[in-house]
Structure formats: structure tokens, C-alpha cells
């Protein structure tokens, strides 16, 4: 009987009581499904940023350690650090969903050289734009984005660089500690 793995070679599959989603080995070295929470009959795919590969229209994405900042605490004390990027820049995920998804729960970076940035599932807007300026380095705490019963198939969530707050040092930079997916 032949496994997933013979099956789904190059896919990573998250499996729970249902499959929730798969991301392409190039964009992701570790996914981690929670444990089911006892009130939701879904698992929960955790994907750490600083395990992810993503596509960047400019500059380049490493993990940065992030545990020498106290001030808040980042889950694996590490990030994805997008550097190099400028307004109009992109840094875009490809997913490819087996189930449909009713939210992306996720959480970035705050920090005085960080930018403004609009979050775009399939291009089209999650919310307002987030200002990453803060004073501290910080993390803006889970950030939840209905998807309006995002349907099974390819698809693409983006991190698209708006420009900075002003009192922000010039840099735009950009850091991802993790993303959630919720069936």
C-alpha cells in the first residue's frame, strides 16, 4: 500500500482529522500541526516564517534569531527577515489548499526600521495595511484575516512593502514569526 509520501513526493501535507493545505518543500522546511484544540474538530497547520522559501521581488529572506530581543517572545525565538526590499516590492507564498480555510492567523515583526505592509491573499487585499514601526522590537501579537471560505487549489498569500511610518527609519524591512491556517 503506498504511503502519501509515494504518492505527493514533492508536497508536504499537514494532516489533522482533515487535510488542511500542502506547501511545496522549496517554500517550506518544517510545518507543525498543533494538537487539536478539544472545542474545533480541525487541526491547526502552524508554518514557522524562518522554515519558509518564499519568491521576493527584491532583496533577499534569511531566518534571524530573535531571542536577544526580550522585549516579546517570537515562537522558535526566530524569524523570517526580509532585507533589501523598497516600496512596491513583494514577498509572495504559494500554498496549495485541500480543504477550504475560514482564516490566516499569523504574526509579523514590529521595529523602528520596519515598514508599512498590505497582506493580499490571490492579490486581493487581507485588511487595511500594517505599520511595523514601533519603537521596541516587538511582534504585533496574533493578527486573524477572515478568507471568505477559501476554496481548495493554488493559491497565493503576499507581503506587498507600502512604504514606511515617518518616524521610521528608511530600511522596510519586513519579518514573519509564523503563519496558522483555521478550516
Same mark, same amino acid.
Given at each position: &500500500?503506498?504511503? $502519501?509520501?509515494?504518492? $505527493?513526493?514533492?508536497t508536504?501535507?499537514?494532516?489533522? #482529522?482533515?487535510? *488542511?493545505?500542502?506547501?511545496r518543500? %522549496?517554500?517550506?522546511d518544517?510545518v507543525?500541526t498543533e494538537?487539536? @484544540?478539544?472545542? +474545533?474538530?480541525?487541526s491547526?497547520? *502552524?508554518i514557522?516564517?524562518? %522554515?519558509?522559501?518564499?519568491?521576493v521581488?527584491?532583496?533577499g529572506? =534569511?531566518p @534571524?534569531?530573535m %531571542?536577544?530581543?526580550t522585549q516579546d517572545? $517570537? +515562537?522558535?525565538? +526566530? @524569524?523570517l527577515w $526580509?532585507l533589501g526590499?523598497?516600496?512596491g516590492?513583494?514577498?509572495t507564498?504559494?500554498?496549495?489548499v485541500?480543504?477550504?480555510i475560514? +482564516?490566516?492567523? /499569523? %504574526? /509579523?515583526?514590529r521595529a &523602528?526600521?520596519?515598514?508599512i505592509? =498590505?497582506?493580499? #491573499?490571490d492579490?486581493?487585499?487581507l485588511?487595511?495595511?500594517?505599520d511595523?514601526?514601533?519603537t @521596541?522590537v *516587538?511582534?504585533?501579537?496574533l #493578527?486573524s484575516?477572515?478568507?471568505?471560505? /477559501?476554496?481548495?487549489?493554488?493559491?497565493? #498569500?503576499?507581503?506587498a512593502?507600502?512604504g514606511?511610518?515617518? =518616524?521610521?527609519?528608511?530600511s522596510?524591512l519586513?519579518?514573519?514569526d509564523?503563519i &496558522?491556517?483555521?478550516?
Amino acid at each position: &500500500r503506498a504511503g $502519501w509520501r509515494e504518492l $505527493w513526493p514533492r508536497t508536504i501535507c499537514v494532516m489533522g #482529522l482533515l487535510t *488542511v493545505f500542502a506547501v511545496r518543500p %522549496s517554500y517550506a522546511d518544517e510545518v507543525i500541526t498543533e494538537p487539536e @484544540q478539544a472545542d +474545533s474538530p480541525v487541526s491547526q497547520a *502552524v508554518i514557522e516564517g524562518e %522554515s519558509l522559501h518564499p519568491h521576493v521581488t527584491a532583496g533577499g529572506t =534569511q531566518p @534571524q534569531p530573535m %531571542s536577544a530581543f526580550t522585549q516579546d517572545q $517570537w +515562537s522558535g525565538d +526566530s @524569524q523570517l527577515w $526580509w532585507l533589501g526590499a523598497r516600496p512596491g516590492d513583494k514577498l509572495t507564498l504559494e500554498l496549495d489548499v485541500f480543504q477550504a480555510i475560514e +482564516s490566516v492567523e /499569523l %504574526s /509579523l515583526t514590529r521595529a &523602528r526600521d520596519y515598514a508599512i505592509v =498590505q497582506i493580499e #491573499l490571490d492579490g486581493h487585499p487581507l485588511g487595511a495595511p500594517i505599520d511595523l514601526y514601533n519603537t @521596541q522590537v *516587538v511582534t504585533t501579537g496574533l #493578527l486573524s484575516f477572515a478568507t471568505p471560505e /477559501l476554496k481548495a487549489g493554488k493559491h497565493e #498569500l503576499s507581503f506587498a512593502i507600502l512604504g514606511a511610518n515617518p =518616524q521610521a527609519v528608511k530600511s522596510y524591512l519586513f519579518g514573519l514569526d509564523f503563519i &496558522r491556517f483555521r478550516g
